[in-house]
């Protein structure tokens, strides 16, 4: 696989796509239409992909930087003074006064169960011309979430050209677009990250493993197709060969949200790292587990906590 551990004074991860505000309400259930459910209790805080991922892997212990962009409001107020505190490198975000910072509204059942409504805002604006190549030569991987096209494009040959690993989320929405448009972007990256329903969408296939074989052709080595409680599946297209690695039971279920992203930030600090394929993934799902046993975006366990979950010896 391309990309190396990652370099001495450099950073492990570099997240860009979305830094957007999640306002968070915990609900006695998701209400359906002309129907209303009550808000238990409202938070708000840092979310979107890139500001997940870079979030988490620093509090994972990794060094993380952050590319994306955010208005000059109130609440990119928010998302900046989290990122800042995580000690993420802010280099890479960038500010924009003509558009408004995105923001999520997630509403949480008590299951654990979450629907969610988005304005991307000043998140989609990132152009092209504004990815920091210097950033991105820092970074032992580089993982791009969710984020248009062209941008995410520009962002993946930066990361080649410095040697970086790249994965790509597309998330839901370029994942509906098909494997016709995502081509060209495929060919740049080493490793792509889907779920379940991104998998189907791209591809067409209900089968994992078949939808990982049809995207890997497109020129990405590793494919990891997330299946929640079933754990995850990982096809090396270098090997051709097909790895699953179990769900960890969390404590509870409260919040899911974020989940995808933590799974990310441990897999890639993880392979940034060294760690291997295998022990990446196990870590990866045992970050994930206790993620959802929390509320909060990126609220993650301690790297020793996980270890332990996964029954790794990380070093």
Same mark, same amino acid.
Request: no cysteine; aromatic share 4%; proline share 5%.
């Given at each position: 696989?391309? #990309?190396? !551990?990652?370099?001495?004074?450099?950073?492990?991860?570099?997240? /860009?796509? =979305? &830094?957007?505000?999640? %306002?968070?309400?915990? $609900?006695?259930?998701?209400?359906?239409?002309?129907?209303?459910?009550?808000?238990?209790?409202?938070?708000?805080?840092?979310?979107?992909?890139? &500001?997940? /991922?870079? %979030?988490?892997?620093?509090?994972?212990?990794?060094?993380?930087? $952050?590319?994306?962009?955010?208005?000059?409001? #109130?609440?990119?107020?928010?998302?900046?003074?989290?990122?800042?505190?995580?000690?993420?490198?802010?280099?890479?975000?960038? @500010?924009?006064?003509?558009?408004?910072?995105?923001?999520?509204?997630?509403? %949480?059942?008590?299951?654990?169960? @979450?629907? @969610?409504?988005?304005?991307?805002?000043?998140?989609? +604006?990132?152009?092209?011309?504004?990815?920091?190549?210097?950033?991105?030569?820092?970074?032992?991987? /580089? =993982? @791009?979430?969710?984020?248009?096209?062209?941008?995410?494009?520009?962002?993946? *040959?930066?990361?080649?050209?410095?040697?970086?690993?790249?994965?790509?989320?597309?998330?839901?929405?370029?994942?509906?677009?098909?494997?016709?448009?995502?081509?060209?972007?495929?060919?740049?990256?080493?490793?792509?990250?889907?779920?379940?329903?991104?998998?189907?969408?791209?591809?067409?296939?209900?089968?994992?493993?078949?939808?990982?074989?049809? %995207?890997?052709?497109?020129? !990405?080595?590793?494919?990891? $197709?997330?299946?929640?409680?079933?754990?995850?599946?990982?096809?090396? &297209?270098?090997?051709?060969?097909?790895?699953? /690695?179990? +769900?960890?039971? !969390?404590?509870?279920?409260?919040?899911?949200?974020? &989940?995808?992203?933590?799974?990310? +930030?441990?897999?890639?600090?993880?392979?940034?790292?060294?760690?291997?394929?295998?022990?990446?993934?196990?870590?990866?799902?045992?970050?994930?587990?206790?993620?959802?046993?929390?509320?909060?975006?990126?609220?993650?366990?301690?790297?020793?906590?996980?270890? *332990?979950? +996964?029954?790794?010896?990380?070093?």
């Amino acid at each position: 696989m391309r #990309g190396s !551990p990652s370099r001495p004074g450099g950073l492990d991860v570099v997240a /860009v796509g =979305h &830094a957007l505000v999640d %306002i968070r309400a915990r $609900v006695t259930r998701l209400a359906g239409p002309d129907e209303e459910g009550e808000i238990l209790e409202e938070t708000r805080g840092a979310g979107g992909s890139a &500001a997940n /991922v870079a %979030i988490d892997v620093s509090l994972l212990g990794g060094r993380a930087g $952050v590319v994306a962009k955010i208005g000059f409001d #109130g609440f990119g107020r928010i998302v900046y003074e989290e990122l800042w505190r995580a000690r993420v490198d802010l280099s890479g975000l960038r @500010i924009s006064p003509g558009h408004p910072t995105g923001f999520s509204f997630v509403a %949480i059942a008590p299951g654990g169960e @979450i629907a @969610i409504y988005s304005s991307k805002g000043a998140a989609e +604006a990132l152009e092209p011309g504004e990815v920091p190549g210097e950033l991105l030569a820092r970074a032992g991987a /580089v =993982h @791009i979430a969710s984020l248009r096209l062209d941008t995410s494009m520009a962002a993946a *040959r930066a990361a080649r050209r410095g040697g970086a690993l790249v994965s790509w989320d597309p998330g839901r929405g370029l994942a509906a677009r098909g494997l016709d448009a995502a081509a060209p972007l495929l060919g740049l990256v080493d490793v792509v990250l889907v779920n379940r329903l991104e998998a189907r969408a791209l591809t067409g296939s209900g089968d994992p493993l078949e939808a990982a074989r049809r %995207i890997a052709s497109l020129g !990405p080595g590793l494919v990891v $197709v997330k299946l929640g409680p079933q754990g995850a599946l990982a096809y090396d &297209a270098r090997e051709g060969r097909a790895l699953r /690695v179990p +769900a960890f039971r !969390p404590p509870r279920v409260v919040d899911e949200t974020g &989940a995808g992203d933590a799974f990310a +930030a441990a897999l890639l600090l993880g392979l940034a790292r060294g760690w291997g394929l295998e022990a990446s993934l196990r870590l990866a799902s045992a970050v994930a587990a206790l993620k959802v046993s929390r509320l909060g975006s990126h609220s993650v366990p301690s790297l020793g906590e996980a270890a *332990r979950l +996964a029954g790794l010896e990380l070093g």
